[in-house]
């Protein structure tokens, strides 16, 4: 045979060959049910281990179960998987759970019937937790959740009509919860807060009648930068009056691969003012910047009013100790809605009420999220009271 007729023959039938599709055959046996269920209980649910049938066609074991009353629901595992994890229970009250094999054609075996009872939900667990204090301009929030769940907490206050309504919800996976709510006159208010979860499950309210403190945005436009004798100079363009200048797309830069650290800038800003708080804006180009590069991980904050001696660290009082903390605590690179939300809003650093009142701030970085020798940073923000 001519080779040249021969080759496309040979293609033809290996491309038919490539058509086949295994036969999937249709049938109405039930397989046979899982066997040996075994229960772990877990906080706010359970995971049942088991044998399984021996059928060539089965492919998934499902357990259905009511986590709430009225609400069923549905979890599945693969027939390369052993066990099933449910969840979505916010009481410890004892609950059926059937299990039954499924296989190809859909048919379902016989259920076979566990008992669970889960162990406290996180949601209640986390609700205990709660404290609720008064804050500059608003209410604190904290709260432990060590397992890192995801949770919303709900933040309410008592209007005039003596009804709790909405103030604000933080969604959240942070192991130590430290938030605030802001934007209130200083006037005694009742609030409550309380923790959810995805399947709707409460916590117990929390409860407080607070007042929230009185504060103010410092004004940026008084804001000057300074450059005292050690202080670390501006790279790569990015002066030190770009910190305060109201534009996120603009910031301070300093160099690379000096050797100096730690590193520290120092500003004047143009009022003598009791600092309640500081808001400070990590690099931020899509995202791909933060908590990373030179953002600065840890700082401190520095304060004085002796103009003549600022040479001199002795001058200065050390007002706050400053670490930024990844909420999600994902690995380099991976940011959660959380990360970002909170880059875009500021990272927030509480002063302590017994620091003095200053006019002159040194910002001084101790480490940065790479471990290098330079810092970059977009903008900061000081909150306060002004002093006469």
């Known amino acids: 045979m ?43 649910g359970a995971v049942l281990k088991y044998q399984l049938p021996d ?11 009511s986590y709430k009353e009225g609400h069923r629901a ?6 390369y998987c052993d066990s099933i994890k449910i969840l979505g ?3 410890e009250d004892e609950r059926t759970v059937e299990l ?3 296989d190809r054609s859909k048919n379902e075996s016989t259920p076979i019937s566990a008992k669970i009872k889960p162990l406290e939900a996180p949601v209640s667990i986390i609700g205990k937790t709660i404290e609720i204090m008064p804050d500059f301009g608003g209410v604190h929030l904290y709260w432990q959740n060590p397992d890192r769940a995801e949770i919303s907490v709900v933040l309410e206050k008592e209007d005039n009509n003596n009804e709790f309504v909405p103030v604000e919800t933080f969604y959240s996976t942070m ?5 605030a709510a802001r934007g209130m006159d200083t006037i005694p208010g009742n609030f409550r ?5 995805r399947w709707e499950n409460k916590s117990i309210i929390t409860e407080a009648t607070l007042t929230p403190l009185f504060e103010q945005l410092f004004d940026r436009l008084k804001f000057q930068a300074l450059y005292i004798e050690g202080d670390e100079p501006m790279a790569w363009g990015w002066v030190l009056s770009q910190l305060f200048d109201g534009d996120l797309t603009t910031g301070f830069h300093t160099a690379q691969g000096t050797g100096r650290w730690p590193q520290w800038i120092t500003f004047d800003m143009g009022i003598v003012g009791k600092i309640s708080r500081i808001k400070v804006w990590q690099r931020d180009e899509s995202g791909s910047w933060i908590f990373r590069h030179g953002n600065p991980k840890r700082f401190e904050i520095w304060g004085t009013n002796d103009v003549d001696n600022m040479e001199d660290w002795d001058a200065w009082t050390k ?26 809003a500021g990272e927030e650093f509480v002063c302590s009420p017994e620091a003095p009142a200053v006019r002159y701030l040194r910002m001084k970085v101790l480490e940065n999220w790479s471990g290098g020798d330079f810092f970059h940073l977009m903008e900061i923000e000081v909150y306060g009271k002004i002093e006469n």
């Open 100 to 102: 039954s094999a499924v």
């Open 74 to 79: 549905e979890a599945r595992s693969s027939l």
């Open 175 to 179: 192991a130590n919860g430290d938030v």
């Open 193 to 197: 807060a309380y923790v959810q979860d």
């Open 319 to 344: 007002m706050m100790e400053c670490e930024s903390v990844k909420p999600s605590g994902l690995p380099e690179g991976e940011n959660s809605a959380e990360d970002l939300a909170l880059i875009a």
């Open 89 to 91: 229970f916010g009481t």
């Open 55 to 65: 059928d060539e066609d089965l492919l998934f074991v499902k357990a259905a179960y």
């Open 2 to 44: 001519n080779k040249y007729i021969f080759l496309p023959l040979l293609a033809l039938l290996y491309a038919c060959a490539e058509d086949r599709k295994p036969e999937i055959i249709i049938d109405s046996d039930p397989p046979k049910p899982v066997s040996d269920v075994r229960v772990t209980n877990i906080p706010g």
